[in-house]
């Protein structure tokens, strides 16, 4: 979260975060969220406001009450 | 896709999928297994080159406990492929959205496409599927979508640009075999140069024969290997069954007559009863 720390004005937003309220520093990308919440790039796809944002597309920054949902593979039918 | 009574060269018989040529005509899902290493052996098991996989929300539920590590190693081991689906959507925009991050997370355009308009069975809704199939194509995805047997939804989905379509034989998990065999006969009929899988309902090795005694070009199933008592040797079961659905197809299964033709020719057999010496 250090990077996060740095780029922000040093308040925090509230973001909905698989459906659960999560808070992170103003400024926060979602590239950054992924890597605070311990997952490699690659490992999750991901998703603000119900539309897909590519994995290279994740340097905005969040805005608050964003709905952020990420993805993992899963075993299916 | 009319194939009947072709001869077959050195015993193979592939089929295509825009270009790519997959040997084993047995679509084989992955959930519901009851440990990685049994799915693992039932990949094997199956011969196939298709399984199907899924996309969960990260906090949805607990670690996969290793399934997609044995997954990619399976496929790897067998060169065959995946094919993510959008399962629990119930609109086009939430499939497509699915779908571009099932594209991202597993690195391929192949797509099972399922959008459901009925929680009770399952159904897919044919105007959502249609809808999404239709962008889903746009943005360069190979589109499998599952769908019921309606005729007319199916020639949408193939104007749409479906590569493949995927017929249910019965509501999905229900085990209940090919319920309505007279629409999925007659979809074969009416698209012949489609390519057709069952997808969905089959129980029992002998209604994934039967799907490929008809002329549809594979079956795709999950439960009826995962939930067997011995899934490993289910699949193998069903490999066997698959295999000679199509051999029979291929080779061309006799009319069905309404009286008996007797098989044996006895015109001239001297020892027949009731000649006199």
């Known amino acids: ?77 | 896709m009319g194939e009947q009574g072709k001869v077959l060269t050195g015993g193979i018989d592939a089929w295509q999928v825009e270009g790519v040529s997959l040997a084993s005509r047995f679509i084989l899902g992955t959930a519901g297994y009851p440990s990685p290493q049994v799915l693992a052996d039932a990949i094997r098991a199956s011969g196939t080159q298709l399984v199907t996989v899924g996309l969960r929300r990260q906090l949805a539920a607990a670690g996969d406990n290793g399934f997609m590590d044995i997954i990619r190693a399976a496929m790897a081991e067998q060169g065959a492929r995946l094919l993510p689906n959008t399962a629990g959507c119930t609109t086009a925009r939430e499939a497509v959205q699915l779908a571009h991050m099932a594209r991202e997370l597993y690195d391929t355009s192949w797509l099972k496409l399922e959008v459901v308009g009925d929680e009770y069975t399952l159904q897919p809704d044919p105007l959502e599927l249609v809808t999404a199939a239709r962008q889903l194509v746009r943005d360069g995805f190979t589109v499998f979508p599952y769908c019921t047997d309606d005729l007319v939804t199916c020639q949408r989905l193939l104007d749409a640009g479906c590569a493949v379509l995927m017929p249910w034989g019965a509501p999905i998990g229900s085990g209940q075999g090919l319920i309505n065999p007279f629409a999925l006969r007659l979809l074969r009929q009416r698209l012949p140069d489609a390519l057709l899988v069952v997808d969905a309902g089959i129980g029992a090795p002998s209604d994934a024969a039967r799907a490929l005694e008809m002329g549809y070009d594979a079956v795709l199933l999950n439960s009826a290997v995962s939930q067997s008592p011995d899934p490993v040797r289910m699949a193998g079961a069903f490999k066997a069954a698959v295999a000679a659905g199509r051999g029979a197809y291929v080779a061309g299964v006799m009319a069905k007559q309404d009286f008996a033709v007797a098989t044996t020719p006895v015109t001239g057999n001297p020892l027949l009863l009731g000649e006199t010496p």
């Open chain 1, 1 to 77: 979260m250090s990077d996060v720390a740095e780029n922000s004005g040093g308040g925090t937003l509230c973001v909905q975060l698989d459906g659960k309220p999560h808070e992170v520093v103003a400024g926060t990308t979602l590239a950054q969220l992924v890597a605070a919440l311990g997952h490699e790039p690659q490992a999750v796809s991901t998703a603000v406001n119900g539309a897909f944002v590519p994995r290279g597309q994740r340097g905005q920054a969040l805005q608050p009450d964003d709905v952020v949902l990420l993805f993992q593979p899963v075993v299916g039918g």
